[in-house]
């Protein structure tokens, strides 16, 4: 092992991993006054106000193993004594290269879908941004972005390399380019030539045109939703008009940049992290559930972002849960640290917002009497389906169908509390065949 040395060492950092995560991380350890992020290594240097606050973070860590989301980090002693400056701007160094007014950019850990519309929201706040091309490679999301300027896409560096545009995922890892000019033949939602309105869209899937940077085939085709790190007032309103083409849900502002909210008048009897999971999930992509031991009736859930959180509180505020009437608001706390009492969701595929964002957003609403029934199997009957429900409240009626190839089904119940339950308890179960998926139907009438 290196000698002690006020500067930690970080291994296995993932590009899902932000500074803020390594932060929180280290808190209770003493103030951090330096930290390097060594993206191509996965690495970082984090250095503390002194040696003993050091010793004691790595004593502890060497006992108890570090998690961030859901990735297990390794800190030991770096073999630096000081981190300098030149090593303070370490991330630069990251995207070597001569300065140029075009940018490679790749995106890790991609949960939402990029677009040209997003990526011009992110980067147009450093300056013009003259046009942009999207494809895809073995290395994930990447686009190269050429600005008016070579000091726009400077300071767009700067600004933005290592940042997620997204809390928690679609982390950008920005670099010079070599190319002089992008060449682009369409204007559509993988390429865009801002100076010439006039190319054609290629409706027919055209693609980006860069030689040896791949193309832009199989790219989501719904638009970006949610909020970010990249500072909410410059990304909040456009991503949520692209989520709600037809006008924000009355009541959501699209603004919030909270992720964390409070649940509280829980019935502890009754209620666990995986059926808070079932009900939040709804509403976005859960990242870690808290229960609070101390007050056995409230808990925390962290959403993906400020967008989906405020759709969380807005429809569940006031929502009757096990005989109680929950209230739902923000927390203080910015996110939820990992503990050996934090449930962590953020890779489940349960997740209902990793796939098809922008239909789970159309249907996102307060509960209803009805409940959803999707990818139940081929044979079900109503009376197997009334069977795994009754328990929750009388089965009004039941319908059986199906759409797009798929049985389904819906049940009303006598009221809200009902169906909130059956879903909470029931989502995420199964019939005698693959897991069953439950939502809150708008409809009130089988």
Same mark, same amino acid.
Do not use: W
């Given at each position: *092992?290196?000698?002690?040395?006020?500067?930690?060492?970080?291994?296995?950092?993932?590009?899902?991993?932000? @500074?803020?995560? +390594?932060?929180?991380?280290?808190?209770?350890?003493?103030?951090?006054?330096?930290?390097? *992020?060594?993206?191509?290594?996965?690495?970082?240097?984090?250095?503390?106000?002194?040696?003993?606050?050091?010793?004691?973070?790595?004593?502890?860590?060497?006992? !108890?193993?570090? !998690?961030?989301?859901?990735?297990?980090?390794? &800190?030991?002693?770096?073999?630096?004594?000081?981190?300098?400056?030149?090593?303070?701007?370490?991330?630069?160094?990251?995207? =070597?290269?001569?300065?140029?007014?075009?940018? +490679?950019?790749?995106?890790?850990?991609?949960?939402?879908?990029?677009?040209? @519309?997003?990526?011009?929201?992110?980067? #147009?706040?450093?300056?013009?941004?003259?046009?942009?091309?999207?494809?895809?490679?073995?290395?994930?999301?990447?686009?190269?972005?050429?600005?008016?300027?070579?000091? #726009?896409?400077?300071?767009? &560096?700067?600004?933005?390399?290592?940042?997620?545009?997204?809390?928690?995922?679609?982390?950008? =890892?920005? %670099?010079?380019?070599?190319?002089?000019?992008?060449?682009?033949?369409?204007?559509?939602?993988?390429?865009?030539?801002?100076?010439?309105?006039?190319?054609? #869209?290629?409706?027919?899937?055209?693609?980006?045109?860069?030689?040896?940077?791949?193309?832009?085939?199989?790219?989501?085709?719904?638009?970006?939703?949610?909020?970010?790190?990249?500072?909410?007032?410059?990304?909040?309103?456009?991503?949520? *008009?692209?989520?709600?083409?037809?006008?924000?849900?009355?009541?959501?502002?699209?603004?919030?940049?909270?992720?964390?909210?409070?649940?509280?008048?829980?019935?502890?009897?009754?209620?666990?992290? =995986?059926?808070?999971?079932? +009900?939040?999930?709804?509403?976005?992509?859960?990242?870690?559930?808290?229960?609070?031991?101390?007050?056995?009736?409230?808990?925390?859930?962290? *959403?993906?972002?400020?967008? %989906?959180?405020?759709?969380?509180?807005?429809? +569940?505020?006031?929502? &009757?849960?096990?005989?109680?009437?929950?209230?739902?608001?923000?927390?203080?706390?910015?996110?939820?640290?990992?503990?050996?009492?934090?449930?962590?969701?953020?890779?489940?595929n349960l997740n209902r917002f990793n796939h098809n964002a922008a239909k789970h957003y159309k249907y996102c609403c307060s509960p209803t009497k009805?409940?959803?029934?999707?990818?139940?199997? @081929?044979?079900?009957?109503?009376?197997?389906?009334?069977?795994?429900?009754?328990?929750?409240?009388?089965?009004? #009626?039941?319908?059986?169908?199906?759409?797009?190839?798929?049985?389904?089904?819906?049940?009303?119940? @006598?009221?809200?509390?009902?169906?909130?339950?059956?879903?909470?308890?029931?989502?995420?179960?199964?019939?005698?065949?693959?897991?069953?998926?439950?939502?809150?139907?708008?409809?009130?009438?089988?």
């Open positions: *092992m290196s000698e002690t040395s006020k500067v930690i060492h970080v291994r296995n950092v993932g590009h899902e991993i932000t @500074e803020n995560d +390594l932060l929180q991380l280290v808190q209770p350890f003493g103030s951090v006054t330096k930290l390097v *992020m060594l993206r191509t290594k996965n690495q970082a240097l984090l250095q503390l106000q002194d040696v003993a606050a050091a010793i004691d973070l790595v004593d502890y860590y060497t006992t !108890n193993q570090a !998690n961030v989301r859901g990735r297990n980090v390794y &800190m030991q002693f770096s073999s630096h004594q000081e981190l300098t400056t030149d090593q303070t701007q370490g991330r630069k160094s990251d995207s =070597d290269g001569q300065p140029n007014r075009i940018l +490679l950019v790749s995106i890790h850990h991609v949960i939402y879908p990029m677009t040209v @519309e997003v990526l011009n929201q992110v980067f #147009s706040p450093h300056g013009f941004v003259e046009k942009i091309v999207t494809f895809q490679k073995s290395a994930g999301f990447q686009a190269l972005i050429q600005y008016q300027s070579r000091q #726009s896409a400077t300071s767009a &560096m700067s600004a933005l390399h290592g940042r997620n545009i997204y809390d928690g995922c679609c982390q950008l =890892d920005v %670099q010079y380019s070599n190319l002089t000019e992008l060449q682009v033949n369409f204007n559509n939602d993988r390429s865009r030539d801002f100076t010439n309105p006039n190319l054609p #869209s290629d409706q027919k899937g055209g693609r980006g045109s860069q030689s040896g940077y791949g193309d832009a085939a199989g790219m989501y085709p719904f638009p970006a939703t949610g909020s970010g790190a990249v500072p909410y007032g410059q990304m909040g309103h456009a991503v949520a *008009m692209a989520a709600f083409p037809g006008g924000l849900p009355p009541g959501i502002s699209g603004t919030n940049d909270r992720c964390t909210v409070i649940v509280s008048n829980l019935n502890p009897d009754n209620i666990d992290e =995986d059926k808070l999971f079932n +009900l939040f999930s709804l509403y976005g992509n859960i990242v870690r559930i808290k229960l609070l031991r101390g007050k056995p009736d409230h808990a925390l859930v962290e *959403m993906s972002d400020g967008f %989906q959180a405020e759709l969380a509180v807005h429809f +569940l505020k006031g929502a &009757m849960l096990f005989g109680k009437q929950i209230e739902v608001n923000f927390s203080k706390y910015s996110n939820i640290t990992p503990s050996p009492d934090t449930r962590d969701y953020h890779n489940s009805m409940i959803h029934l999707s990818s139940v199997p @081929e044979d079900v009957t109503k009376e197997e389906i009334i069977e795994l429900l009754e328990e929750h409240g009388e089965v009004v #009626s039941t319908k059986l169908f199906e759409a797009n190839g798929k049985k389904q089904a819906l049940v009303l119940f @006598e009221n809200e509390e009902q169906a909130t339950e059956a879903l909470v308890c029931k989502h995420a179960t199964s019939i005698g065949g693959p897991i069953i998926r439950i939502s809150f139907s708008q409809s009130q009438s089988t």
